[in-house]
T-cell receptor, first 114, second 116 residues
Framework: AQSVTQLGSHVSVSEGALVLLRCNYS??????LFWYVQYPNQGLQLLLK??????LVKGINGFEAEFKKSETSFHLTKPSAHMSDAAEYFC????????????FGGGTRLMVKP | ETGVTQTPRHLVMGMTNKKSLKCEQH?????MYWYKQSAKKPLELMFV???????ENNSVPSRFSPECPNSSHLFLHLHTLQPEDSALYLC???????????????FGPGTRLTVL
């Protein structure tokens, strides 16, 4: 079985500050990991994915995430927050084997203050 | 049209109405999904179709009835819903077995459903 925990349902940062959104996963096999972003009244858009290649993954809009097996983490970061980054962010895990299910975390709402 | 489209984008219905949500994917995928997203609750997987066959039904009430006539289209038929069914309903698709797919799912914009 696999699971995802996102620490902090709400994160608030100032414009220009570092963004750090936390994700820890549990998986019995090497996982595939994803970060999605959801803007108000829209669907989920893929930000980036880890697929067992490089452990540091770069995504769209200046976001990146680092896979740390020893910590079972896949935290999302961005060096400098922009007002347009305000959205909800979801971490998800897939075991990459039989089946095509994604297990999502509960989401973190990012607020950016001017 | 590109990606995953959903219609209608907004729907208001009474508890005795019958309505349907439509999803279409233009990505050549072979798996499709329905999710329910309620305020302050995690994303809930409702149904999964692989190659037009339903492979997952997460204890969804029978007032929700899915239909997948082909790999590109997915419907969710709604009948005698309750106010607590008000939510954003998201459709997604993915490519099973394709090189480099990694089970990545592509989402539509959702249908905002309000049950009065």
């Amino acid at each position: 079985a696999q699971s995802v925990t996102q620490l902090g349902s709400h994160v608030s940062v100032s414009e220009g500050a570092l963004v750090l959104l936390r994700c820890n996963y549990s998986s019995s096999v090497p996982p595939y990991l994803f970060w999605y972003v959801q803007y108000p009244n829209q669907g989920l858009q893929l930000l980036l994915k880890y697929t067992s290649a490089a452990t540091l993954v770069k995504g769209i809009n200046g976001f990146e995430a680092e896979f740390k097996k020893s910590e079972t983490s896949f935290h999302l970061t961005k060096p400098s927050a922009h007002m347009s980054d305000a959205a909800e962010y979801f971490c998800a895990v897939s075991d990459g084997n039989a089946g095509n299910m994604l297990t999502f975390g509960g989401g973190t709402r990012l607020m950016v203050k001017p | 049209e590109t990606g995953v489209t959903q219609t209608p984008r907004h729907l208001v219905m009474g508890m005795t109405n019958k309505k349907s949500l439509k999803c279409e994917q233009h990505l050549g995928h072979n798996a499709m999904y329905w999710y329910k997203q309620s305020a302050k609750k995690p994303l809930e997987l409702m149904f999964v179709y692989n190659f037009k066959e339903q492979t997952e039904n997460n204890s969804v009430p029978s007032r929700f009835s899915p239909e997948c006539p082909n790999s590109s289209h997915l419907f969710l038929h709604l009948h005698t819903l309750q106010p607590e069914d008000s939510a954003l309903y998201l459709c997604a698709s993915s490519l099973l077995g394709g090189a480099g797919s990694y089970n990545e799912q592509f989402f539509g914009p959702g249908t905002r459903l309000t049950v009065l």
